[in-house]
């Protein structure tokens, strides 16, 4: 996937806006990587994914960008964690909100909370949308995952 300044300068606009009020919680180079990472596929690499596709991604674009998803389950698990010990911010898990239910959707709900992320006034909030991005983005990965479409043997028996 091709970078241009403007993906640098996105990657680097989301990082401030999380750093501004953070009090130097990311000074930390653990935090600091797992803050830097996280970014960089959520905010980055699957944001310019989900513009370029069109209706449906290609099959082969899509099971590259799960990979790319699944490369960076630790530190968001990480993040994930960061954000459970902060102050002020409320996590929802479990089967609580609508989740989109098609492609086009998906795009429609991460581009609204992608820029909700921009127009953050608070680190805080900011971290709390950007966990919102990967919970969409694991959502992308489980519709790539194969599942049962069906079964015919050649004695006609189950």
Do not use: N
């Not at 680097?12 to 935090?31: H, N, Q, T, V, W």
């Not at 991604?57 to 630790?74: F, K, N, Q, V």
């Not at 960061?82 to 581009?111: C, H, M, N, V, W």
Request: aromatic residues 12%; proline residues 4%.
């Amino acid at each position: 996937m091709l970078f241009s300044p403007e993906m640098d300068a996105m990657q680097a606009r989301m990082k401030a806006i999380i750093l501004r009020d953070s009090e130097g919680f990311f000074d930390d180079p653990k935090e600091s990587e797992d803050l830097q990472i996280t970014i960089r596929i959520a905010c980055c690499e699957f944001f310019v994914f989900l513009r370029q596709s069109k209706d449906v991604p290609e099959l082969d674009e899509a099971e590259y960008m799960a990979g790319t998803i699944r490369s960076g389950l630790d530190w968001f698990f990480s993040m994930a964690h960061t954000g459970g010990i902060l102050t002020g911010l409320k996590l929802q898990r479990g089967f609580g909100p609508k989740l989109p239910s098609s492609f086009p959707e998906l795009k429609a709900s991460y581009d609204s909370v992608f820029h909700q992320v921009l127009e953050s006034t608070h680190s805080i909030k900011a971290i709390g949308l950007l966990l919102s991005l990967v919970q969409m983005m694991f959502l992308f990965m489980t519709v790539c995952f194969p599942s049962f479409l069906s079964f015919s043997s050649e004695s006609g028996s189950d």
